[in-house]
């Protein structure tokens, strides 16, 4: 079976442009999170979905980060616009939803933004 | 909020050396797991327990959860440079149906 997959892996932008990052889970999983994950700060949950909606966004930063999952085989984040601040690995993870909710993460997506 | 703290942060050893690695909470959680991560790729879970007091062995690593589950370690004996990485514990709240708690990591170099 494929795992996560992710595009693109990496990605250089400018300040104040519009990235988007993609994400296709395992098939047959339910779960779907998007992390970031920083030197300074660690792996940080951004946004997770339980049959393609958002159950809870409390650690997505500011507006200016959205996600979406428009189906069970896709899911975007985005930002707009971009800051350097922003700079991180981004990683998708999916989840079959068994009991202990083992997580399997993508290889990540990293973002300069310059 | 619940919260992971992983010590040591950074462990820098020879070949062949033992050491451990250690997860502590406040909070008690359902199941705990642990994940090994290279660079430039994402974490790979290694194991999950679930019951207090539950030890696995893994090769040479063991994991063992504390009785309260609350706590959590990771010992690796006669570690090789191939155990170089970042560790990460992770743990599920009962209260909660799918989102992990993460600890910071703790990065290993084993050097040969």
């Known amino acids: 079976d494929a795992g996560v997959i992710q595009s693109p892996r990496h990605e250089v932008t400018e300040m104040g442009q519009e990235v988007t990052l993609r994400c296709k889970p395992i098939s047959g999983h339910d779960y779907l999170f998007w992390y970031r994950q920083t030197m300074m700060r660690g792996l940080e949950l951004l946004i997770y979905?339980?049959?393609?909606?958002?159950?809870?966004d409390s650690g997505m930063p500011e507006d200016r980060f959205s996600a979406k999952m428009p189906n069970a085989s896709f899911s975007t984040l985005k930002i707009q616009p971009s800051e350097p601040r922003d700079s991180a690995v981004y990683f998708c993870a999916s989840s079959d939803g068994t009991a202990t909710y083992e997580q399997y993460f993508g290889p990540g997506t990293r973002l300069t933004v310059t | 909020t619940q919260l992971l703290e992983q010590s040591p942060q950074f462990l820098s050893i020879q070949e062949g050396e033992n050491l451990t690695v250690y997860c502590n909470s406040s909070?008690?959680?359902?199941?705990l797991q642990w994940y090994r991560q290279e660079p430039g790729e994402g974490p790979v879970l290694l194991v999950t327990v679930v019951t207090g007091g539950e030890v696995k062995k893994l090769k040479r690593l063991t994991f063992q959860f504390g009785d309260a589950r609350k706590d959590s370690s990771l010992h690796i004996t006669a570690a090789q440079p191939g155990d170089t990485g970042l560790y990460l514990c992770?743990?599920?709240?009962?209260?909660?149906?799918?989102?992990?708690?993460f600890g910071q990591g703790t990065t290993l170099q084993v050097k040969p």
């Open positions: 909070s008690v959680f359902s199941s």
């Open positions: 979905f339980n049959n393609n909606v958002p159950i809870d």
């Open positions: 992770a743990g599920r709240s009962s209260s909660n149906t799918g989102k992990l708690i």
